[in-house]
Nanobody, 122 residues
Framework: QVQLVESGGGLVQAGGSLRLSCAAS????????MGWFRQTPGKEREFVAA????????SYADSVKGRFTISRENTKNTVYLQMDSLKPEDTAVYYC???????????????WGQGTQVTVSS
């Protein structure tokens, strides 16, 4: 079992930055691939970024490529999402997720956090 807790969300102006953190409890964090997803009301949860268990491979949605950076610190059981050049369309609840597999789809991930709200004002 893995428990995930996100933090770092908030209100920011367009063009600004935020860093989300996801702290994981449970064993063998380094064996899990970690992902970030986001969801707005009335829409499906969508993939944002993933970093695979090795830490050497990352994947990004086209909409955030070049602006967001995912990283992990296995000694702290934490994964981060650095979000720069934020746009109003980045406004969403952001969720952290974990899996022993690799992939970018919702069904790939087995464990989810409770989410953290990110609001970007224009």
């Amino acid at each position: 079992q893995v428990q995930l807790v996100e933090s770092g969300g908030g209100l920011v102006q367009a063009g600004g930055s935020l860093r989300l953190s996801c702290a994981a409890s449970g064993r063998a964090f380094s064996a899990y691939s970690m992902g970030w997803f986001r969801q707005t009301p009335g829409k499906e949860r969508e993939f944002v970024a993933a970093i695979y268990w090795s830490g050497g491979t990352t994947s990004y949605a086209d909409s955030v490529k070049g602006r967001f950076t995912i990283s992990r610190e296995n000694t702290k059981n934490t994964v981060y999402l650095q979000m720069d050049s934020l746009k109003p369309e980045d406004t969403a609840v952001y969720y952290c997720a974990a899996t022993r597999r690799v992939g970018t789809t919702l069904l790939t991930y087995d464990y989810w956090g409770q989410g953290t709200q990110v609001t970007v004002s224009s």
